[in-house]
Each structure stands twice: as C-alpha cells, then as structure tokens.
C-alpha cells in the first residue's frame, strides 16, 4: 500500500499569488497524477509527472499555469501560479502502486 | 455525452437498507475503480475491477465488461456510509490516467 501527505491542506490565497502544493508517498512510484475537483464537479486530471522527465499535461492546463516538480520517486509539487478565484478546488495528487489507485488528502485551495 | 456515467446522482436511505450505485461506460477500460470521497475531501479507494465482482465487508463491486456496466452494492448501509461515490476508468489506451464520473451523493439516515 501507499501512504501520501499533501501539504498545505489548506490554504486562501489572494489573486495573482502562486501556492505550491506538495506531496509526499511513502513508496517509490514511477508516475504521479495530479488533478483539480473545483466546487461540485468531479475530478479532472492536470497532468501526469514522472521521475526525471517533463511533465505531461492535459488538455486546457498549461506548464505555466501549474508548473511540476518531480525531483525523486517519492516527491512532487505543483504550483497554481497567478492564481484567480477560478482556481479555487479542491488539488489532489494520486499514484498507482500494483494495480491500486492511492490519493492524497487533498488541499483545499480558495482564491479570494 | 460523458464517457463515465453515474446513477443516481443523489441518494438518500434509511440506516439498514441495500444500495446500488450504477455506473456506464462507453470506452475500452483496462480497469474499473470505485472511491469513496468524504465531505472534507480525502478520497479512498474501495476496488479495483478488471471483471467479475469483488466484496470487502458491506460493500460489493460487480462489473460487466460486454456490457460496459459497473454496480457498487452497499449491505445493511449506515449512517457513516454517507459521502460521495465515485466511479473512475482507466483506459486501455491510456495507462493510469483516469476518468472520472460525476459521483453520487450518498446519504443515509439513522
């Protein structure tokens, strides 16, 4: 199994700041995901960042926007940059450890 | 139209009774999982299905694969089942990447 703590788990922000979310695994993964759940949707992946390589992002994200770290196999940090209140969601990180899917706690990010 | 589909989207029960949640899927899936999200946000994995069925405790995933059909059953349900479930795929074409369905609220009263 896989244990992962993000921190901040929290935070309010002003616009046009930047909040960097990190998030720790207990466990060497190749691949990490992070993904946005804004306000009474459901999850929408980010990007996917592996160890060593540039992150892929998926459609409507930008490396700008949400610039990824991933320095080892047990560490990544995303960075919601110049942020807006439509950035306010829910940021969770997630691995795949075996064949199960392990998330984050989630930071809860509002964005006045 | 959305590639997960979740039925109901809110459900409200009384403590004791049998719930089934439903979910459809219109791609290929190398696997089907089901989270659990509680209201401050942490998600929890409850299974993971490439076919059949699974149960953990109350709790019992089935999944059709020809007919690309998920259920999520909830025995003797409680008042600390409420939260939101969620239904996820993961493509054959894309690895882990997951896509999500809208959840399904789930509430139940003692």
């Known amino acids: 199994s896989a244990v992962i703590s993000q921190k901040p788990s929290r935070d309010i922000c002003q616009r046009g700041t930047s909040l960097t979310i990190q998030c720790q695994v207990d466990?060497?993964?190749?691949?990490m995901f992070w993904y946005r759940q804004q306000p009474g949707q459901s999850l929408t992946l980010i990007a996917t960042?592996?160890?060593?390589?540039?992150?892929?992002?998926e459609s409507g994200f930008v490396i700008d926007k949400f610039p990824i770290s991933r320095p080892n196999l047990t560490f990544s940090t995303l960075t919601v940059s110049n942020m807006s209140p439509e950035d306010s969601s829910i940021y969770l990180c997630?691995?795949?450890?075996?064949?199960?899917?392990?998330f984050g706690p989630g930071t809860r990010l509002t964005v006045t | 139209k959305n590639e997960v589909e979740q039925s109901p989207q809110n459900l409200t029960a009384q403590e004791g009774e049998f719930i089934t949640i439903n979910c459809s899927y219109s791609?290929?899936?190398?696997?089907l999982h089901w989270l659990q999200q509680h209201p401050g946000g942490g998600i929890v994995s409850l299974f993971m299905l490439s076919s059949g069925k699974k149960k953990h405790g109350r709790l019992i995933a089935t999944i059709n694969i020809q007919e690309k059909h998920s259920s999520l059953h909830i025995t003797a349900s409680h008042p600390r089942d409420s939260a939101v479930y969620i239904c996820a795929v993961a493509h054959q074409t894309s690895g882990s990447r997951l896509t999500f369905g809208e959840g399904t609220q789930l509430t139940v009263n003692p």
């Open positions: 466990s060497q993964v190749t691949m």
């Open positions: 997630s691995v795949e450890l075996g064949f199960e899917q392990y």
């Open positions: 791609v290929g899936i190398s696997a």
């Open positions: 960042a592996n160890q060593g390589s540039e992150a892929t992002y």
